[in-house]
T-cell receptor, first 116, second 115 residues
């Protein structure tokens, strides 16, 4: 999984603040996925993006959450007006292709968000 | 219904022994992919092994092998010659179809290797 860079590794926010999580995919990868992991649970899909496009956001909460993957720069997962329930580990993954069942998603080290 | 089921919350294995981590899946697609990831205490997710639904042979990667039983919809991970560094959470995941976007993850199995 070397190469998918996420920052920050740890993020502390107070209720009502905004959280911005960044993800730079592996070199040569143009597909990015965001997942959320609650304590003692597996990862849950949130959103899938290609450069400048949101392809699938079926796992994103309808309010306060947004994601982008601009032409230049990292993908950003943005959480507005955070609440305690947003506390979780947020993982970004990237892949070389978007299709094919064999497509392997490589994960970053995650951002641990704590909301006080 | 759960897409991926891992029924072993925790497992223990003696160093140098083999261990099997169970995973069953649920899908009506003919084409799908099955993956195993390792999550050590440091938190990162490390890809271990992949099995395609059309692959006739079980996948192997070093000490990892996947016991794929399609009719039973199971994809168990076998770790041979366990090492202390294998102590971690292990997650089974599935991607459905040829164009599915998301991976479905199980709840994981915590493996502890005993010296």
């Amino acid at each position: 999984n070397a190469g998918v860079m996420q920052n920050p590794r740890h993020l502390v926010r107070r209720r009502g603040q905004e959280a911005r999580l960044r993800c730079s995919p592996m070199k040569g990868h143009s597909h990015v996925y965001w997942y959320r992991q609650l304590p003692e649970e597996g990862l849950k899909f949130m959103v899938y993006l290609q450069k400048e496009n949101i392809i699938d956001e079926s796992g994103m909460p309808k309010e306060r959450f947004s994601a982008e993957f601009p032409k230049e720069g990292p993908s950003i997962l943005r959480i507005q007006q955070v609440v305690r329930g947003d506390s979780a580990a947020y993982f970004c993954a990237s892949s070389r292709w978007g299709s094919l069942a064999k497509n392997i998603q490589y994960f970053g080290a995650g951002t641990r968000l704590s909301v006080l | 219904a759960q897409k991926i089921t891992q029924t072993q919350p925790g497992m223990f294995v003696q160093e140098k022994e083999a261990v099997t981590l169970d995973c069953t899946y649920d899908t009506s697609d003919q084409s799908y992919g099955l993956f195993w990831y390792k999550q050590p205490s440091s938190g990162e997710m490390i890809f271990l092994i992949y099995q395609g639904s059309y692959d006739e042979q079980n996948a192997t990667e070093g000490r990892y092998s996947l016991n794929f039983q399609k009719a039973r919809k199971s994809a168990n991970l076998v770790i041979s010659a366990s090492q202390l560094g294998d102590s971690a959470m292990y997650f089974c995941a599935m991607r459905e179809g040829d164009t599915g976007n998301q991976f479905y993850f199980g709840t994981g199995t915590s493996l502890t290797v005993i010296p």
